[in-house]
T-cell receptor, first 113, second 115 residues
Framework: GNSVTQMEGPVTLSEEAFLTINCTYT??????LFWYVQYPGEGLQLLLK?????DKGSNKGFEATYRKETTSFHLEKGSVQVSDSAVYFC????????????FGTGTRLLVSP | DADVTQTPRNRITKTGKRIMLECSQT?????MYWYRQDPGLGLRLIYY???????NKGEISDGYSVSRQAQAKFSLSLESAIPNQTALYFC??????????????FGEGSRLTVL
């Protein structure tokens, strides 16, 4: 079945550092890929998405590229801020019929001033 | 006001008690979901509903039941709570496009502790 594997956290960075959170997936066919973010005390919200190979999703300075050859969708940001401290979830969804979102376990990011 | 509202936000209860978590939404979406979040396990789907007359089990429905009272309301019940149901529960909604866009809209969560 479909699955998502994320790097374990927490990831601890200083402000303005470069961020990478690794995500790899296993899926049949051609899934859509997503990053969701959960700020403290809040529900999850969609950060970015990519629906086909080589697509790049981007939002709020974050980027992720759908790499079919390596089955990866790593999240990157060039310069993190304290306000980026949150838990980040990689997820995938199949593209045929209703396919529930499959979430990774989440990676906590802590950014210090 | 939040588009997806969950009540209660926090609840402590005892083993064997019946608990209901409620979710209401003002987004006008047809599709509603209940997820459970556990540390190290991410989010897992409990139940989902495409409309008032359509209820489907997710991957971990045992021990839970749901009711879709109206398009805007979707309740999750634990008939006899047990400690391993201690978790953070999220309600989410999507419209038809969400099937392929993957965009769900989440409530703020209901933290349930079963002693």
């Amino acid at each position: 079945g479909n699955s998502v594997t994320q790097m374990e956290g927490p990831v601890t960075l200083s402000e303005e550092a470069f961020l990478t959170i690794n995500c790899t997936y296993t899926a049949t066919g051609y899934p859509s890929l997503f990053w969701y973010v959960q700020y403290p005390g809040e529900g999850l919200q969609l950060l970015l998405k990519a629906t086909k190979a080589d697509d790049k999703g981007s939002n709020k300075g974050f980027e992720a590229t759908y790499r079919k050859e390596t089955t990866s969708f790593h999240l990157e940001k060039g310069s993190v801020q304290v306000s980026d401290s949150a838990v980040y979830f990689c997820a995938l969804s199949g593209n045929t019929g209703f396919q529930k979102l499959v979430f990774g376990t989440g990676t906590r990011l802590l950014v210090s001033p | 006001d939040a588009d997806v509202t969950q009540t209660p936000r926090n609840r402590i209860t005892k083993t064997g008690k019946r608990i209901m978590l409620e979710c209401s939404q003002t987004k006008g979406h047809d599709r509603m979901y209940w997820y459970r979040q556990d540390p190290g396990l991410g989010l897992r789907l409990i139940y989902y509903s495409f409309d008032v007359k359509d209820i489907n089990k997710g991957e971990i429905s045992d021990g839970y039941s749901v009711s879709r009272q109206a398009q805007a309301k979707f309740s999750l019940s634990l008939e006899s709570a047990i400690p391993n149901q201690t978790a953070l529960y999220f309600c989410a909604t999507s419209d038809l496009r969400g099937q392929t866009t993957g965009e769900l809209f989440f409530g703020e969560g209901s933290r349930l502790t079963v002693l």
